[in-house]
């Protein structure tokens, strides 16, 4: 057994050359130890051992895309600090937010998380969090279980690692196991989560704290009055597109599954009939809610006229082949031969001979703006082959000629200070990092892109969701005007 020479104030322990060969491994508690010998200079006193996080840079970016504009700072590492509870609680009581993750031999990372202190003094006791989930890390997107019963999300025990309800437990009884009982307070497949192999090869767990980053200079300027609210209402219902054969303009939602395009159509519904309403399908789901074609008016309140814009809906885009919205389809609905309530097929795309198939097409059937309609959360966590079917459908769009945007969707549920206070979005320096991002991804100017909040459990409207949803409507009027105008162009060249 080791013996310290010497204990400093510092926690540092000091061990002769005698009690300890050069090179071994020293691992002694939660203390850094620092091996000094006789007759050794400065350079070579080994400092032992070092405490890297196993969370790669991918993960990383999965755990962000789950919990919004954090950083992520290493409390707890079981292969050095010891599988006990002891040792757990010791680093990781009082810490505030803390995610906890789980690796096994067969690949598998997942975990859980909680907004919530720990704290042994609790021994036994639930804590209520209705923020904590569970999540698996595993595959290319992350998936995340929520708590079902807040009151039971988290429980203390002195004897064991992170315990989530009765459902998931890291490190039981002090030994690298995990216990995993689906279905109690948590409900999530263990097959997916951890390939039902129970054996920790690593725990560890991190502090979440905020990104923040709130800058002094908005990034884009926006007027957060009544006033404004009212003069945006009123420049969309005024709005007249320049070509008199087209009444209304026609725009295009594109987006992947669970974006938020059907929502934002609701939204935008939900200002001029003057409250939270929803027409048209929507929520979270792995597979399209929207499997038709829908061309959806806005009317000015319950018996207004409808306003001078089009939203189109389609099925939501997915990266296995076969799967969501054909790339084929798009060219069929951007040049107007797709009628309203056509089902799609993701399989086979609609052809010129099909049932249903609009032969003769006016401008006015045309899609005169289109929208890539992108989840903030995921924009670093888009795959390879999600990024390659936008781009094939960027070369279709520009290829017609048809101005396009971005809405970035959920920015308050991506960054913090936004969800304190939406009009934070442009003072965000995360959200601008994203929207930096989705400029470069998808090729598109950073002022072709617009971030909105869509309502989703809120009952009553809020003026400033509802400045940032009108002006990204403006905008798509503007591009709108934008196509038309190249169209008189061509008329009269022609």
């Known amino acids: 057994m080791l013996k310290a020479s010497k204990m400093f104030n510092n926690g540092y322990r000091v061990f002769d050359k005698e009690n300890i060969g050069i ?25 032992i051992p070092t405490m890297n996080p196993k969370l790669t840079q991918e993960q990383e970016k999965q755990l962000c895309s789950l919990l ?10 079981a292969s050095i600090h010891g599988y006990t509870g002891a040792a757990f609680h010791q680093k990781c009581d009082h810490q505030g937010p803390t995610v906890s993750v789980g690796y096994n031999s067969t690949g598998f990372v997942f975990g859980g998380y909680t907004s919530k202190d720990y704290d042994v003094a609790k021994q036994g006791q639930y804590i209520q969090d209705d923020k904590a989930f569970l999540f698996s890390l595993t595959g290319r997107n992350p998936v995340r279980y929520p708590v079902t019963n807040a009151q039971y999300a988290v429980k203390m025990h002195n004897t ?5 309800g009765e459902d998931l437990l890291l490190m ?3 030994t690298a196991t995990v216990i995993s009982i689906p279905g109690n307070y948590y409900i999530f497949n263990a097959a997916e989560m951890h390939g039902n192999n129970l054996n920790l090869t690593e725990c560890e767990v991190y502090k979440v704290e905020e990104g923040g980053n709130i800058i002094e200079k908005p990034w884009r300027t926006i007027l957060w009055k009544a006033e404004r609210r009212k ?5 969309v219902k005024l709005y007249r597109p320049m070509i008199s054969s087209v009444g209304q303009a026609r725009v295009l939602l594109i987006g992947p ?4 395009k059907s929502s934002f159509f609701n939204s935008v519904n939900s200002i001029f009939r003057g409250h939270v309403t929803s027409q048209a399908i929507s929520g979270n789901s792995g597979t399209s809610l929207t499997t038709q074609f829908r061309t959806y008016s806005v009317k000015a309140g319950r018996d207004g006229k409808p306003l001078p814009i089009i939203l189109c809906d389609t099925m939501g885009m997915e990266e296995a082949t076969g799967a969501g ?3 084929d389809d798009i060219g069929s609905i951007l040049k107007g031969h797709v009628p309203d309530r056509y089902r799609f097929n993701p399989s086979v795309p609609l052809q010129a001979d099909a049932h249903g198939f609009q032969q003769s097409v ?16 995921k924009v670093s966590i888009m795959s390879t082959k999600l990024e390659e079917k936008l781009a094939a459908i960027r070369r279709r769009v520009n290829l017609l000629g048809i101005p396009q945007l971005v809405l970035l969707t959920k920015v308050d549920e991506a960054c913090p200070c936004v969800a304190d206070n939406l009009r934070n979005v442009y003072n965000s320096q995360y959200i601008k990092t994203k929207a930096q991002e989705v400029s470069g991804r998808l090729g598109v100017p950073m002022s072709c892109i617009v971030p909105v909040k869509n309502y989703s459990e809120e009952l009553e409207l809020d003026m400033s969701c509802d400045i940032l949803l009108l002006s990204a409507l403006i905008q798509m009027l503007r591009f709108a005007d934008n196509y038309f105008d190249e169209v008189n162009d061509q008329e009269k060249h022609d």
Not at 69 to 74: D, E, G, M, P
Request: net charge negative; proline share 4%; charged share 15%.
């Open 172 to 174: 039981n009884a002090n």
């Open 362 to 377: 006016n401008l006015h059937e045309r899609i005169h703006c289109v929208v890539y309609v992108m989840d903030t959360c």
């Open 231 to 235: 003069e945006l209402m009123e420049s």
């Open 160 to 164: 064991t690692g992170p315990y989530f």
């Open 68 to 77: 919004g504009n954090i950083k992520l700072s290493l409390l707890f590492k």
């Open 23 to 47: 090179g071994q491994k020293c691992n002694i508690g939660a203390s850094l130890l620092i091996c000094v010998f006789p007759q050794t200079t400065p350079t070579e006193t080994n400092v």
């Open 325 to 327: 919205l054909d790339v």
């Open 257 to 260: 599954v669970g974006a938020g």
